[in-house]
């Protein structure tokens, strides 16, 4: 059962920006790791960015350093990723997902998730 929320996600030309984010319901998610994932078709799902509870400690695949940023707001239990100039490979579905403790690139980690939401990039 999806416990996080995403949205942002569309259709988009290559170049431009979107702006995901991702919502907790329950109040506990504050005080979790946070990352990000992405599947393409007949692909596996790959890790994208992740971030501690705090904020302190981020981690980017080398796919997307110096394009995308994540970042928090613990106040309002929310995960945002920021994606610029985006490409027609960074096509996926995106998935927020949480984890105690430090965060992680391998999804495994991972025992929670959103339901996903779409990103496409034209050329």
């Known amino acids: 059962q999806a416990q996080l929320v995403e949205s942002g996600g569309g259709l988009v030309q290559a170049g431009g920006s979107l702006r995901l984010s991702c919502a907790a319901p329950e109040r506990t998610f504050s005080s979790y790791s946070k990352g990000w994932f992405r599947q393409a078709p007949g692909k596996e799902r790959e890790f994208v960015a992740s971030i501690s509870w705090s904020g302190s400690v981020i981690h980017y695949a080398d796919s997307v350093k110096g394009r995308f940023t994540i970042s928090r707001d613990n106040a309002k239990n929310t995960v945002t990723l920021q994606m610029n100039s985006l490409k027609p490979e960074d096509t996926a579905v995106y998935y927020c997902?949480?984890?105690?403790?430090?965060?992680?690139?391998?999804?495994?980690?991972?025992?929670?998730w959103g339901q996903g939401t779409q990103v496409t990039v034209s050329s």
């Open positions: 997902a949480a984890k105690k403790l430090t965060p992680a690139t391998w999804s495994q980690e991972y025992a929670y």
